[in-house]
């Protein structure tokens, strides 16, 4: 079982819809979760971070569930320039962990 | 220009022709690590250092090595490429592994 899992995708969407992707973990000692976006085979560049209370950033909601161990990252409004790769990250000591991500289409 | 550069950034080698992989940031970042990406398997750290002459190993270290001698350049080495090595290959820097990781371009290396 791979250490953190996410649904492959691709959730094609049209423009203004809701999205929500999860992601599990195994590892209940992960100490920090994130959410990179990726670009076409591009760097990954970090969305935001997963607090335990759960964080907004605009049309962006991250929420953790250490009992089920899933984190989960809501999209609002969804536009065309939303689509992109999106990477589940776990920290367990030093190390991150990536999820092989979910691919995101916004269609107009 | 705060960045992460990586060279080269495409390589088609050969089988068991040594080869390095130069990564160096300019935000005097203490956390330096590697990964690979590879279709359906996502970003895999291969090795990642806590600061110099601090390197250790992540999930997929076999065949590669790294070394930190100076904060800013942590370069990847093949010492005997071989072709699973092939793969899209990132490096990534942050004042700590809790912290904004920034990456590099990528490298996409080819092992014939």
């Known amino acids: 079982r791979k250490e953190v899992e996410q649904d492959p995708g691709p959730f094609n969407v049209p423009e203004g819809a809701t999205v929500a992707f999860n992601c599990t973990y195994s590892?209940?000692?992960?100490?920090?979760f994130f959410w990179y976006r990726q670009d076409c085979r591009k760097e990954p560049k970090l969305l935001m971070s997963?607090?335990?209370s759960g964080n907004e950033d605009g049309r962006f909601t991250a929420q953790l569930n250490r009992a089920s161990q899933y984190i989960s990252l809501l999209i609002r409004d969804s536009k065309l320039s939303d689509s992109a790769t999106y990477l589940c990250v776990a920290l367990y000591g030093n190390k991150l962990v990536f999820g092989a991500g979910t691919i995101l289409r916004v269609k107009s | 220009e705060a960045q992460v550069t990586q060279n080269p950034r495409y390589l088609i080698t050969v089988t068991g022709k040594k080869l390095t992989v130069t990564c160096s940031q300019n935000?005097?970042?203490?956390?330096m690590s590697w990964y690979r990406q590879d279709p359906g398997l996502g970003l895999r750290q291969i090795y990642y250092s806590m600061n110099v002459e601090v390197t250790d190993k992540g999930d997929v270290p076999e065949g590669y090595k790294v070394s930190r001698k100076e904060k800013r350049n942590f370069p990847l080495i093949l010492e005997s490429p071989s072709p699973n090595q092939t793969s899209l290959y990132f490096c990534?820097?942050?004042?700590?592994?809790?912290?904004?990781?920034?990456f590099g371009p990528g490298t996409r290396l080819t092992v014939l």
């Open positions: 935000m005097n970042h203490e956390y």
């Open positions: 990534a820097s942050s004042s700590g592994a809790y912290n904004e990781q920034f």
């Open positions: 590892n209940s000692a992960s100490q920090s």
């Open positions: 997963v607090y335990s």
